[in-house]
């Protein structure tokens, strides 16, 4: 069983849409959380970033951490075409110092 | 501009030959590491790194080599490339300070073709 799963997709979802993107992990130590957005050909962007548990919310995009269900979701409100990208979830359970587990990315297309 | 940046953007080599890959950052970030990317896969940790002249082995580092003689710097040598390190490498920098100032930078990519 790999560290982190996460649905490849595609998820493909009308404009204007309310997104939902999950991973689930087995790591225990796991305590930093963090979601990616990556376009085609590019290097992957920093979204949003948790401590442990709870939510945290930055414009249309909502991050929530389950610790307790070794659970993490990224929510995407009013999804844009612009949206459409593949989203990686990450973490680490050291403060940087380690380097990020990743799941294997949800290709998400908005359609217009 | 700053950033992070690596070099070349494209490199395509042979079987058994050596390859470096570049990695340059201006944040003066103290960590630093390389990740390959891989369709089936997702990003993978190859090598990491805390400080100048102190790395680590991560997930994938057998066939790869790296040094890190300045901060800003962080070379990935492919010792005797084989077919099966055909991928997508990425350099990343962070530098945490406390537990809310932890992020990740990666930088474009170097798409990698061993034939």
């Known amino acids: 069983q790999k560290e982190v799963e996460q649905d490849p997709g595609p998820l493909s979802v009308p404009e204007g849409a309310i997104v939902s993107l999950n991973c689930t992990y087995s790591?225990?130590?796991?305590?930093?959380f963090m979601w990616y957005r990556q376009y085609s050909r590019k290097g992957p962007e920093l979204l949003m970033y948790?401590?442990?548990?709870g939510n945290k919310e930055d414009g249309r995009f909502t991050a929530q951490v389950d610790k307790s269900s070794k659970y993490i979701s990224l929510f995407i409100r009013d999804s844009q075409p612009s949206d459409s990208a593949t989203y990686l979830c990450?973490?680490?359970?050291?403060?940087?110092?380690?380097?990020?587990?990743f799941g294997k990315g949800t290709h998400l297309i908005i359609q217009p | 501009d700053a950033g992070i940046t690596q070099s070349p953007r494209y490199k395509i080599t042979e079987t058994g030959r050596q390859v470096t890959l570049m990695c340059h950052q201006t944040?003066?970030?103290?960590?630093m590491f390389w990740y390959r990317q891989d369709l089936g896969h997702g990003l993978r940790l190859i090598y990491y790194s805390a400080a100048a002249d102190i790395t680590d082995k991560g997930e994938v580092s057998d066939g790869y080599v790296v040094s890190r003689s300045k901060t800003e710097n962080f070379p990935l040598t492919l010792e005797s490339a084989t077919r099966s390190q055909t991928s997508v490498y990425f350099c990343?920098?962070?530098?945490?300070?406390?537990?809310?100032?932890?992020?990740?930078?990666f930088g474009p990519g170097t798409r990698l073709t061993v034939t």
């Open positions: 990450a973490m680490e359970s050291g403060g940087g110092a380690d380097g990020l587990t």
């Open positions: 790591n225990s130590a796991f305590q930093y």
């Open positions: 990343a920098s962070s530098e945490p300070v406390g537990q809310e100032a932890y992020e990740q930078y």
């Open positions: 948790t401590y442990s548990s």
């Open positions: 944040w003066s970030h103290s960590y």
